[in-house]
């Protein structure tokens, strides 16, 4: 790693741990009961919403171009290693 990229890092460490002192100086106390598996089960649904966007995206620029590009570090380029997903009809 280069210098720039360490500094980089340094800079973006500092933020998380100022935005935690900061949340963690303003915290207000709750008055309600949480059951500690709800936390769980919303990161799981934002988790499982996440994978299906991106499945979803995926499928649809597939669709779009209608072929599937070569993978990287292939020696042939990719237009010659196109190959189309379905036949058109």
Do not use: N, W
């Amino acid at each position: 790693m280069s210098a720039r990229h360490l500094l980089r890092l340094l800079y973006v460490v500092v933020g998380i741990l100022q935005i935690a002192a900061i949340l963690c100086a303003f915290e207000k106390p709750a008055y309600a009961y949480v059951d500690p598996g709800s936390g769980y089960l919303l990161l799981q649904i934002v988790g499982s919403m996440l994978a299906g966007a991106a499945f979803l995206v995926r499928h649809r620029l597939k669709r779009m171009f209608g072929f599937a590009v070569a993978v990287e570090g292939d020696s042939t380029s990719a237009r010659e290693s196109a190959v189309p997903i379905r036949e058109e009809k």
